[in-house]
């Protein structure tokens, strides 16, 4: 006896199970596109974030960088004026051998910092938004506090210096505090120290990343420099052209 054995007819091809079974693979599928579409553009858009993040991280603390090397300048100068009055105040008789060199001491004095990124960093909400860490931003907002502070003392001192002229004579020599400049100034490095060190731990930034990142700007730096050089060069070739024919011009007219 042959069996035959039949496809049922709800499971033909155009019969209503299977296009119900149709219709649902067909739902699923545009599900899980949808949800690989909008879960790789939230995986983008997240480390884009994380990256801009980073990025500006590393720009502030360079920028912290930046200000403690010329706090520590600062303070390599205040302590040799300090230790040159120091002699003189005990031998008088020196003032006139030694005046001079407090002027060497001082070449920091029209050394200034850039307020760039403290501007970018305090005017923009969007730094804000970036970062997403309200301990860093607070952190960050008490170096340049503190920063602020250095500049009032900076001036304050820069005003005395330029107003007496301490190489003029021994009393307005000794007029200048230099100790009181010098203790104020090592506790202000102590503190930009301590909030620069705090913002690298807030933000698990290490030393190697940040090392990377000052490479990398300097590398920027260079290829800018070498860009410069070449518009250099080629408007040099440009006046030597001009000038060139000129020249010749004139020794054809000298053959006439």
Known sequence: ??????????????????????????IVATSISIALTFGTAAVVDYNKKQAAKKEMVMMVISDFDKTIELVEKVDSGLLECRRLQHEIAKQPELFDSLRYQFASRMSWIDDEYSETVENIFSTSIETFRTIGDVNFV?????????????????????????????????????????????????????????????????????????????????????????????SESEKMAEEYFEYEAALQQAREKLKK
């Not at 820069?158 to 021994?170: G, I, L, P, R, T």
């Open 1 to 26: 006896m042959n069996v035959k054995l039949h496809t049922p007819k709800t499971l033909k091809t155009g019969s209503g199970l299977t296009s119900v079974k149709q219709f649902l693979l067909s």
């Open 138 to 230: 607070n952190e960050v907002s008490e170096f340049y506090l503190v920063r602020h502070k250095f500049k009032q003392l900076i001036d304050e001192f820069k005003q005395q210096w330029m107003e007496k002229d301490v190489m003029q004579s021994f009393e307005t020599l000794l007029s200048i505090d230099f100790p009181e400049y010098c203790l104020m100034n090592q506790a202000l490095i102590e503190s930009l120290k301590l909030d620069r060190d705090k913002c690298m731990q807030t933000a698990n930034v290490t030393d190697k990343d940040l090392a990377n990142f000052k490479k990398k700007q300097s590398s920027k730096k260079v290829n800018q420099k070498e860009i410069g050089k070449m």
